[in-house]
């Protein structure tokens, strides 16, 4: 009888154990879920920032005259002839810098999509612990 009592309570005991380190393995699953989000949506604010900036950088290089051609610096001076190579020159840099903006702006909007997508995993993973630890 002093057996069967002693198994029970024995088998009684690492159940109850099991189901402590099941919680915190559980904890230790939600805790550490937390920080990847956190750090997620950190890099998912900066990456958006870093893509407005490019944007307006952008925008204004597109709304910039494509030919800047210096005014007279007093009313009665003649307009100077611009030098061709010149002009140019500047519309192939300014060319340039917009195609690169596009790629930057291309290349971060790819980025915050896969930020995006990490972020509903996770948001997945943690309401499926949430919904094991309410069982």
């Excluded at 920032?49 to 005259?65: K, S, V, W, Y």
């Amino acid at each position: 009888m002093r057996t069967i009592l002693f198994l029970l309570a024995l088998t009684f005991s690492l159940a109850v154990w099991a189901d402590e380190n099941k919680g915190t393995d559980t904890e230790k699953q939600m805790r550490q879920l937390e920080k990847a989000l956190a750090r997620i949506q950190q890099e998912s604010q900066s990456t958006q920032q870093q893509f407005m900036m490019i944007q307006e950088l952008r925008r204004n290089d597109m709304a910039e005259p494509p030919m800047n051609i210096p005014l007279p610096s007093t009313p009665g001076q003649s307009i100077p002839v611009p030098n061709y190579n010149n002009l140019m020159q500047q519309k192939q840099e300014r060319d340039q810098r917009i195609e690169k903006y596009t790629a930057d702006l291309n290349r971060l909007y790819a980025r915050f999509t896969e930020l995006e997508n990490e972020k509903q995993v996770i948001l997945e993973q943690i309401r499926s612990l949430e919904q094991k630890t309410e069982e």
